[in-house]
């Protein structure tokens, strides 16, 4: 169970609900009206994760990460890894997660002084993988039933015009330090997990990532998931971090509780006041709260994507950030607002070159 501490955002969220109802009162209408198909794959990836994290999957990358001799190529090595995985089994668990991973390898090779820079290039990195896929964020959990373009053609363009910052940003954080020889003396032990439910996990971020695609139904999935996981491992659901399933299900009804209100005022120039709110209050309860305005759908969804980098409102990079030393946090924010910030405006342009 998670501190009190960390349910704090979701009681604001419970309380930011309880306000929209002042503004239009719950019905059974605004309920079933909800976007069930974005909070089912929450859910299901909620559980994934869970399994994942169980079974110490991503800390057997560890002994592959170590094997790298220079700066540059474990940099290297942890940017592709988070920007491939982030598309399957999101961001929000990807970029931390890693980060850890790469923490403890440099703290190996007696390099710490690198970890802020190192968060910050996973950061980039998976936050920009998770724009591919409706698995790869939460507010594209949210937001991939809501509009008839196939998902990975509208976001396709910005995840390609991403790879060439982050392939800069590598050496730009590392500085004089690229190409510097790193050696580790100690061999990694790492503890795996039972082989067969790692493949299990293994196969449902496989198969999250085919129903997203609307390949099959997610009521099928939820169910399916739930007996498999209760005839197998059924200890998972005790281990899952629910906070974030909850949140999006209080921010989805405040936002179409929301809706009268919030309409006025987006429509005009909504594609750049998503932007702006969601670098105040994060992508995720952006998406959440416009989703049921009348606008672009698919700019609605860029522009929440895009809106997830530039400040440290975005989930991966806050994660990342409470989750690093005291003494690490202050250079991986500076870091992480200076590549982000580049990227936030490369988006943008490509996204304005698209819309013309």
Sequence with gaps: MKSLKAWIPVALFLVLMLLSFLVTPLTGEIIVSLEWNGI?????????VAGIKKEKML??????????????????????ISFILSPFISSLFIAPALTAVASSVLRKKEREVHIPSFAAIIAVSATAGGMLLPA??????????????????????????????????????LGKHTAEQTYINEESETQAGNKGMRMLYACFAFIITLTSLSLFGWPDILIF???????????????????FLISALFLSIAGRCFSPLLSPLFQDGSFWKTIVLGEIIGAYPAAAMTINLEMDKAMLLRAVNIASFGTLSSLPALLIFLQLRKDERKAFAVRYTIAAGLMLLILIAVTMALAH
């Design 40 to 48: 089912a794959l929450i859910f299901v990836m909620t559980l994934t």
């Design 59 to 80: 800390e057997s990358l560890e002994r592959s990460a170590s094997v790298f001799s220079h700066l540059w190529s474990s940099a290297a090595f942890f940017a592709v």
């Design 136 to 173: 790869g964020s939460l507010q594209n959990a949210l937001l991939h039933k809501s509009f008839d373009e196939p998902f990975i053609t509208t976001m396709l363009p910005l995840a390609i015009a991403s790879v060439p910052l982050i392939a800069l940003v590598i050496p730009a954080l």
């Design 225 to 243: 998931t739930v007996i498999i996981l209760l005839l197998f491992d059924r200890t998972v659901f005790l281990k899952a971090d629910y906070r």
